[in-house]
C-alpha cells in the first residue's frame, strides 16, 4: 500500500515543481512573489561583504531608493537625478550585472519637494512576464515591453502633491494595476488597465481628517494627510480584500470596483510607509508616524468603521484585537511566519510578537537604523540598515544572532531574492550575493 503511493507522490512533487520554481527564481513586486518578505529560496548566504560572496556589483546612477524586482534574466530598477528632473527604469542583467536597458522615461520641469530620507524614485516596480510596471508618483507612471524597452502606456495626468516625494509602489491583481496617492492636496486609490492603462476604477479617501484650519484649508498645508504605503490583496473573510493604508486610516475595499468594505481609524498617527500583511485571520498595520502603534485588526463587514483608540469594544465584527506602541516601525514593513510576529523599529530594536495575542516573546537591539523591510528565509530573518549593516537572526521564540555582515554606502531599499543569490541595492550599487 506504502509503495503504491510513491508514484502518485513523485507525479505530485513533479507537477508542483513549476510553481516553486517560478517562486524562486521570480521577485516581482515590493517584498517579493507574496508581497509579505518571505522566500521559499533554498542556499541563500548567511555571510557575505565587499570581498566575499559578492558575485557582481554594479554602479546605479542618480539617487534612488526603490527596490529590485526580478523576472528570468532580467532585474529591474528604476532611478533619478538628484534634481528629480530626469526619471529613469533600468534593467540589469541577473547572471553578470550588466545594464542592459536604461530608459529615460520622464523629463518634469518642476519637480516637487523631496525630503532627504526620501527620493525621486523609491516606488519599487511591478512585474509580469513581458511587462514592467513604473510609477514617479504624480510625475508619472509608464509600462515597458520587457522584450525591447518600449513604452506601451504612460499616464502622466494624475494631480498629487505628494509633499515629501512619492513612496507608494503598485501592486498587480488580475488585469488591474493599483496604487496608492496620497498626498497633501488628494488622497486617492486607483486601478488602471494594466493592458492600456485606462482607468477602471478610483476612489477617494472616506476619512474626515478634521484638519481644517479657521480659514478652511488643512493645516500644516495638509501635511498630515500624505502617505506612503504599499496595498496589498489578501483573501480576509473568504473574500479578496484591498488593504490599503492611507493617512489616520487603514481601509479594506473591494479590489474588483473600489467599493469600501470597512475602515479602521486611527486619528494619531500619518504619513504611513509600510504594506500590511494578512494571517491568522487578522490585518497587521503600524499605523505611521507621530504616535504610530501597531495594530492587529479583525476585518469586518461591509460598512463598518471603528476608531482604532476607542477603548470600548465595538459592537461591529471590525473590532481591534490587540495593539502595542513599544517598538514599533515606521518605514519597515513586517513579517509574519507561523504564529510569530516580527518587526523592526527604525531606530534598530527588533521584536518578536505572538501574532494572535500580542504578547512579547523577544525585544533584542540590533542597532543602526532601517528603512529596508525586512526578509525571511529558511528559518531565518535578515535585517538591512541604512549604515550597510545586514543583522541574521534565527526565527522563533529564541533571539539568536547568527551574522552581521557589511556593504559600503547602507540600504534604503528592500532586499530581492531569485533562485540562491540575494539581489542588494545600497545608494550607489546593486550586488549579486551568492555563495
Known amino acids: 500500500m506504502i509503495r503504491s503511493i510513491y508514484p502518485l507522490v513523485l507525479c505530485c512533487l513533479l507537477s508542483a515543481a513549476p510553481l516553486l520554481r517560478s517562486e524562486d527564481e521570480h521577485w516581482p513586486q515590493f517584498r517579493g512573489p507574496r508581497g509579505d518578505g518571505t522566500s521559499v529560496s533554498i542556499g541563500l548566504p548567511v555571510e557575505w561583504s565587499e570581498e566575499k560572496n559578492v558575485k557582481w556589483k554594479t554602479a546605479i546612477h542618480g539617487r534612488a531608493w526603490s527596490s529590485p524586482v526580478i523576472w528570468g534574466n532580467q532585474?529591474?530598477?528604476?532611478?533619478?537625478?538628484?534634481?528629480?528632473?530626469?526619471?529613469?527604469?533600468?534593467?540589469?542583467?541577473?547572471?553578470?550585472?550588466?545594464?542592459?536597458?536604461?530608459?529615460?522615461?520622464?523629463?518634469?520641469?518642476?519637480?516637487?519637494?523631496?525630503?532627504?530620507?526620501?527620493?525621486?524614485?523609491?516606488?519599487?516596480p511591478v512585474l509580469e512576464e513581458g511587462r514592467v510596471y513604473v510609477t514617479f508618483g504624480s510625475p508619472g507612471i509608464a509600462c515597458l515591453d520587457t522584450r525591447t524597452g518600449k513604452v506601451l502606456w504612460e499616464r502622466r495626468d494624475f494631480e498629487c502633491n505628494h509633499y515629501r516625494g512619492a513612496g507608494s509602489s503598485p501592486i498587480l491583481w488580475g488585469d488591474l494595476f493599483i496604487l496608492n496617492f496620497d498626498g497633501s492636496d488628494h488622497q486617492f486609490i486607483v486601478a488602471l488597465d494594466k493592458r492600456t492603462g485606462q482607468t477602471v476604477w478610483r476612489k477617494q479617501r472616506s476619512i474626515d481628517y478634521k484638519d481644517l484650519g479657521p480659514d478652511g484649508k488643512p493645516e500644516i498645508e495638509g501635511d498630515y494627510r500624505k502617505g506612503f504605503a504599499t496595498c496589498h490583496v489578501a483573501t480576509v473573510g473568504g473574500r479578496p480584500t484591498l488593504l490599503s493604508q492611507g493617512s489616520k486610516a487603514v481601509y479594506g475595499y473591494d479590489p474588483q470596483t473600489g467599493e469600501e468594505f470597512w475602515r479602521v481609524e486611527e486619528r494619531t498617527s500619518h504619513s504611513a510607509s509600510t504594506r500590511a500583511l494578512a494571517g491568522l485571520g487578522l490585518v497587521f498595520v503600524p499605523s505611521g508616524w507621530s504616535s504610530g502603534q501597531l495594530l492587529a485588526i479583525r476585518p469586518g463587514q461591509k460598512g463598518e468603521v471603528i476608531d482604532a483608540n476607542d477603548e470600548q469594544t465595538p459592537s461591529t465584527h471590525l473590532r481591534i484585537v490587540w495593539k502595542t506602541k513599544r517598538s514599533v516601525p515606521k518605514k519597515p514593513s513586517l513579517l509574519l511566519l507561523g504564529d510569530l510576529l516580527y518587526g523592526l523599529e527604525d531606530g534598530g530594536v527588533a521584536t518578536c510578537w505572538e501574532a494572535k495575542t500580542g504578547n512579547v516573546v523577544w525585544n533584542e537591539r540590533i542597532g543602526?537604523?532601517?528603512?529596508?523591510?525586512?526578509?525571511?528565509?529558511?528559518?531565518?530573518i535578515y535585517f538591512f540598515s541604512e549604515e550597510g549593516k545586514a543583522t541574521v537572526v534565527a526565527g522563533g521564540r529564541?533571539?539568536?544572532?547568527?551574522?552581521?555582515?557589511q556593504l559600503d554606502n547602507g540600504f534604503m531599499a528592500s532586499p530581492a531574492v531569485a533562485g540562491k543569490a540575494l539581489f542588494l541595492r545600497t545608494r550607489t550599487h546593486l550586488y549579486r550575493i551568492e555563495r
Not at 95 to 122: C, M, W
Not at 398 to 405: G, K, P, T, V, W
Open 368 to 380: 543602526g537604523n532601517y528603512s529596508a523591510s525586512p526578509l525571511a528565509a529558511e528559518g531565518r
Open 398 to 405: 529564541e533571539f539568536r544572532r547568527l551574522a552581521e555582515n
Open 75 to 124: 532585474v529591474w530598477l528604476t532611478t533619478a537625478t538628484e534634481d528629480g528632473r530626469e526619471l529613469f527604469a533600468m534593467c540589469v542583467d541577473r547572471q553578470t550585472g550588466t545594464i542592459v536597458r536604461d530608459v529615460k522615461l520622464f523629463e518634469v520641469e518642476r519637480p516637487q519637494f523631496a525630503h532627504k530620507f526620501n527620493t525621486y524614485a523609491s516606488p519599487t
